[in-house]
């Protein structure tokens, strides 16, 4: 029964069997304050559930007496019947994601609901076939998508193509940066590696000053330490690095146009210019954001992005970690699907 304290609490009592006068069957009375077969009543099945939102399982099981399978089966049962159905129809900005679960599970796939924040799906893998599952839900609801942010995946990216042909895809402008810094990155490796003693004494840990935004570069009063004096430097050495650099600036500046028509204009004009450089790297950039442009615009008519599957990316890491991984797949699935109803910090 219901805990006092930390007193466990037991009721002993006799229950009858009744015999069927016409089969024979012999039967248990049902109980009003417990379900059949189970030594728990109703309401500490309610209170585990409860205490499971806000404690892990372990704590749960120390508070209530009860073993640690046995509060795992209760908030299992619960979680199974909260999400054994629940509609699309509703919805209409979704993101995609992949999230890297350890070496047993490699990678599951997520759609999450930008609207609510709750997880919609969990595909096995990553890729276009992670999806499969999703896409006959959806049919079968009638969901009327306007839009869906991913990243730059091709696997993601044709699946939305072929499924949604009437949502706009937005390619989040985070990985999109992250993505061009890879790039920077990769040219001043290229880049040392061709310079001479003197060049490279310099050019040695560059890499985060070119990656950090102009603002955040703390300023020193000895030059070795000021990391502004530290990357001018570095640019008034090497032409194509300073050329990169200003494209990487000019790029992150690009999704703080006030409309879509300013924004068109200046990717246009830096698609140009980096396909004009003659420096490899941001010649393929250029393709690349070519191929890109219209899925990059549409952040303009739909200002969504993967941030809160990102968010919901890192509660997931923090219920593995609290937990010290899952060894049940299905209960971890079900934790998964709700855990928009937990605080970061409440997640495990």
Not at 281 to 298: E, M, V, Y
Request: with cysteine.
């Amino acid at each position: 029964m219901l805990p006092v304290g930390n007193k466990k609490v037991e009721l002993v009592l006799q229950i009858g069997r009744l015999q069927c006068k016409k089969c024979g069957a012999i039967k248990q009375p049902r109980l009003s304050f417990a379900d059949p077969k189970k030594h728990y009543t109703r309401s500490l099945k309610r209170f585990v559930t409860d205490l499971c939102q806000i404690a892990n399982i372990r704590d749960v099981a120390n508070l209530t007496g009860l073993s640690w399978d046995t509060v795992k089966d209760i908030h299992k049962r619960h979680l199974r019947k909260k999400c054994k159905s629940f509609k699309l129809k509703k919805v209409r900005h979704i993101a995609i994601d992949e999230k890297y679960l350890g070496k047993k599970r490699k990678f599951i796939t997520i759609v999450l609901d930008l609207n609510t924040g709750r997880v919609l799906h969990i595909g096995k893998g990553k890729g276009k076939d992670a999806l499969n599952g999703f896409w006959t839900r959806l049919k079968r609801s009638k969901a009327k998508i306007q839009a869906v942010a991913t990243d730059m995946a091709s696997g993601y990216i044709s699946a939305v193509l072929e499924h949604l042909p009437n949502a706009d895809l937005v390619l989040d402008h985070f990985h999109l940066v992250k993505w061009f810094n890879d790039k920077l990155s990769l040219l001043r490796r290229q880049l040392y590696g061709l310079a001479n003693k003197a060049d490279k004494a310099v050019l040695k840990g560059s890499r985060w000053l070119l990656l950090k935004a102009p603002e955040n570069l703390k300023q020193h009063k000895d030059r070795k330490k000021d990391e502004r004096f530290r990357l001018q430097q570095a640019l008034k050495i090497n032409e194509p690095l300073a050329m990169g650099y200003y494209m990487k600036e000019r790029f992150r500046l690009l999704f703080q146009c006030l409309d879509k028509d300013r924004a068109e204009v200046e990717l246009e004009a830096w698609i140009s210019q980096a396909a004009c450089s003659g420096i490899k790297i941001l010649h393929d950039a250029a393709k690349k954001l070519q191929i890109w442009k219209p899925f990059i615009l549409n952040w303009y008519k739909h200002k969504i992005s993967t941030g809160k599957l990102e968010a919901t990316n890192r509660k997931i890491g923090t219920l593995q970690r609290n937990a010290c991984g899952y060894r049940d797949e299905e209960y971890l699935k079900l934790r998964i699907y709700n855990i928009h109803t937990s605080t970061y910090a409440l997640s495990g």
